[in-house]
């Protein structure tokens, strides 16, 4: 199939680590990325990993890629309340005419 | 500050009523996009612009119009709305196709 699979929903006791997972379907895709969307607000990009990478870390965010299982993830270390929000994985695909797709969006609720 | 501005934030309009929403960039960049987000839908391409005066269709393009006469403006263009396209739409920009997108705050609009 041609789309990026991410759960709906995730729920994360506050100070736990979150971890967001994301399936994709182009091998030759060669920019993954994860955007974060607050209520009410446009998606704001997160950040990105190359496909010749395994694994990018910034601050509290770690994103980590298996280009054998075409598995992303990405990982929020001492999740706090400011970190509710949904969380789109997206592929960039040659194959379809360097397009970007976006996953369904995985909502984050953070539990007291 | 860099941003997309989108308008209006919110429109109720009736079934027929031509209506234009506005999205302009301050960034310079190229690469120019539309989206629609649904519930249970994510996000999907409406329509896509590379350049000044170079548009293409994305997924979902039927109803809708754009134009792309400055690189900083492109407005998506509702001939003829109907309650069908009763969502709420996103305009982004980017430096190039990659992604990287910075995305504008949203409009919410109605069909009746």
């Known amino acids: 199939g041609e789309d990026v699979e991410q759960s709906l929903f995730l729920s994360v006791r506050e100070g736990d680590s979150s971890v967001i997972n994301c399936t994709y379907t182009?091998?030759?895709?060669?920019?993954l990325y994860w955007y974060k969307q607050e209520p009410g607000a446009g998606l704001q990009l997160l950040t990105y990993?190359?496909?010749?990478?395994d694994m990018k870390q910034d601050q509290r965010l770690t994103v980590l890629l298996n280009k054998k299982d075409k598995h992303l993830s990405l990982r929020i270390a001492d999740t706090q309340t400011g970190d509710s929000a949904i969380y789109f994985c997206?592929?960039?695909?040659?194959?379809?005419?360097?397009?970007?797709?976006f996953g369904k969006g995985t909502r984050l609720h953070i539990l007291p | 500050e860099a941003q997309v501005t989108q308008n209006p934030r919110y429109l109720i309009t009736v079934t027929g009523k031509k209506l234009t929403v506005t999205c302009s960039q301050n960034?310079?960049?190229?690469?120019m996009s539309w989206y629609r987000q649904d519930p249970g839908l994510g996000l999907r391409q409406i329509y896509y612009?590379?350049?000044?005066?170079?548009?293409d269709k994305g997924d979902v393009p039927e109803g809708y119009k754009v134009s792309r006469k400055e690189k900083r403006n492109f407005p998506l263009i509702l001939e003829s709305p109907s309650p069908n396209q009763t969502s709420l739409y996103f305009c982004?920009?980017?430096?190039?196709?990659?992604?990287?997108?910075?995305f504008g705050s949203g409009t919410r609009l109605t069909v009746v």
């Open positions: 982004a920009s980017s430096p190039g196709s990659l992604g990287g997108y910075t």
């Open positions: 182009d091998s030759s895709s060669t920019y």
């Open positions: 990993i190359f496909s010749n990478m």
């Open positions: 997206a592929e960039f695909q040659l194959s379809r005419d360097d397009k970007i797709i």
């Open positions: 960034m310079n960049h190229e690469y």
């Open positions: 612009s590379m350049n000044v005066e170079v548009t």
